[in-house]
C-alpha cells in the first residue's frame, strides 16, 4: 500500500531537513550576477534631505530600456551593472540632494534564474533557485502540491526543449534517484490527479459524437 499524502509530505521533510542545507546556504541571487530586463528589487534609500529623516523602501523593476525609476533620482540605468554597483550609482546620485547617503538593494527576483511552477501547486508563479536545488526541495519550499496533485508525472520543460517526467512519489517513498536539480529558466507543470484520463475520455467522447452526426448526416442524404 502506498503512503498517504500526509505520510508523503512528512517523508519529503525530513529528505529536505538532510539534504537541503547545503542550497539553503548558496549565496542569493544579489551578491554578485547582473541585473537584466524584468529584475525585481527593493531600494532602500533617504528622500529628503534631513538625515534624521527615516529611510523609505521603493520596489523598482529594471524596464525594457534596461534603467529603473526611483523619487528624486529620477531614472537612473541598472542593465548589465551588479547590485553594488547599482548601489554605487545611486549613492552618486543621492549625493547632489543628501549628505553621506546611504543605499541598500535587494533583488527579489531575477528573471535569468527564475524557476516557473504551475499547475496543481500551492503557489504558482516564478521564483528563485540557488545552485543544486532539487525538485522536491524546489517545490515544497515554495507551498509545495495540491491534494488534487498528481505526484507521479510532474513535468519539466528545459530552456533548450528537453522534457523531464518526474515520479515524486517514488522520492517522498524514499527513492532520492528519482529526484532531479532544477535551473533557471525550467518550466515545471504538475498535472491534477487523473486529469489527462479525463481530458482523453472528452476527446474520445467528441469524436465519437462527431462519428454519430456524420453518420445521421448521411443517411439523411440518402433518404
Given amino acids: 500500500m502506498g503512503l498517504s499524502r500526509k505520510s508523503r509530505w512528512l517523508t519529503l521533510a525530513l529528505l529536505l531537513f538532510t539534504a537541503g542545507l547545503a542550497t539553503a546556504q548558496t549565496p542569493g541571487p544579489n551578491e554578485a550576477l547582473p541585473l537584466s530586463v524584468g529584475d525585481e528589487m527593493i531600494v532602500l534609500y533617504y528622500e529628503s534631505l534631513a538625515m534624521a529623516?527615516?529611510?523609505?523602501?521603493?520596489?523598482?523593476?529594471?524596464?525594457?530600456?534596461?534603467?529603473?525609476?526611483?523619487?528624486?533620482?529620477?531614472?537612473i540605468e541598472a542593465l548589465g551593472l551588479t547590485p553594488k554597483q547599482l548601489e554605487d550609482n545611486l549613492v552618486e546620485a543621492l549625493g547632489v540632494y543628501v549628505e553621506t547617503p546611504i543605499v541598500s538593494i535587494r533583488v527579489t527576483m531575477q528573471r535569468d534564474r527564475a524557476v516557473f511552477l504551475v499547475g496543481a501547486v500551492v503557489n504558482q508563479g516564478a521564483f528563485q533557485t540557488a545552485d543544486g536545488t532539487t525538485l522536491s526541495q524546489f517545490i515544497a519550499s515554495n507551498g509545495g502540491l495540491r491534494n488534487d496533485a498528481d505526484?507521479?508525472?510532474?513535468?519539466?520543460?528545459?530552456?533548450?526543449?528537453?522534457?523531464?517526467?518526474?515520479n515524486l512519489q517514488a522520492v517522498m517513498e524514499g527513492n532520492t534517484k528519482k529526484d532531479v536539480p532544477v535551473f533557471p529558466g525550467d518550466k515545471i507543470f504538475v498535472p491534477q490527479a487523473g486529469r489527462d484520463r479525463f481530458e482523453l475520455a472528452f476527446r474520445y467522447a467528441q469524436f465519437v459524437s462527431l462519428v454519430l452526426q456524420a453518420a445521421i448526416f448521411f443517411v439523411v442524404l440518402a433518404g
Avoid at 521603493?58 to 523619487?71: C, E, N, R
Fill in 53 to 75: 529623516a527615516e529611510p523609505i523602501e521603493i520596489k523598482a523593476v529594471v524596464d525594457q530600456q534596461g534603467y529603473i525609476f526611483l523619487p528624486l533620482v529620477g531614472e
Fill in 151 to 166: 505526484f507521479t508525472n510532474v513535468r519539466i520543460t528545459r530552456l533548450d526543449g528537453e522534457k523531464v517526467s518526474v
